[in-house]
């Protein structure tokens, strides 16, 4: 291998080098807004699930309440009702 050659070669790994830290760099950046999005996603997800089980659980208090209300004889809610003392 001449000299002339041997140059040409090493020009030619730089070059790829180059070229491939530019390349990675750009993947890089995509997988970081690609990353940011699903994070997003999985943030709006989880907040909704959040207020719909919110909302499931607040109608279940109040089916909850009325059952109770229509199973229970009017002696056992005038028992439960705190009396006020009037003075």
Known sequence: MTRDEASRRVTE???GY??????????????????????????RATSQAAFWGFIAMAIGVL???RSGRAAASPDDIAIALPTIAVM
Do not use: G, I, L, P
């Open 13 to 15: 790994w730089e070059a």
């Open 18 to 43: 180059e070229q491939a830290k530019v390349k990675f760099e750009q993947m890089k950046k995509e997988a970081k807004v690609t990353a940011r999005e699903v994070a997003n996603a999985a943030a």
């Open 63 to 65: 089916a909850a309440r």
